[in-house]
């Protein structure tokens, strides 16, 4: 896989990311994306999910949930706008204040 970046110097303000399969043959550009890490705040626990604001409206995303380092799957995604939220399934995952949980996403026009 072979990737072109082209970010200003914060990483945040992406213009670009090309992505090619050398396996599928397909060349897919993003043309508008953000990227970010959210750590989950008391807010956050007292609403029972968290929200993130892209900036952008989302026509699709990666999320990485990681609680005390580890990563976790229990969880849902929806979108709504420019908006992504996650709701722990709460098997064996809940937002916690004893707990550090760090969300890495993705999201992309």
Known sequence: MSGNFYS???GYNAKQLNIQSGTM?????FESF??????????DVSAGEVSIDTKIT??????????????VNDYSVSTSDTIITIT????NYELTS???????????A
């Open 25 to 29: 043959g397909k060349s897919i550009a």
């Open 8 to 10: 200003d110097n914060t």
């Open 88 to 91: 722990p399934n709460k098997t």
């Open 34 to 43: 953000e990227f970010g890490t959210h750590t989950v705040s008391s807010d």
């Open 98 to 108: 004893e707990d550090i949980i760090i969300i890495n996403w993705f999201a992309f």
């Open 58 to 71: 989302v026509g699709g995303f990666i999320v990485q949930v990681y609680m005390n380092g580890i990563l």
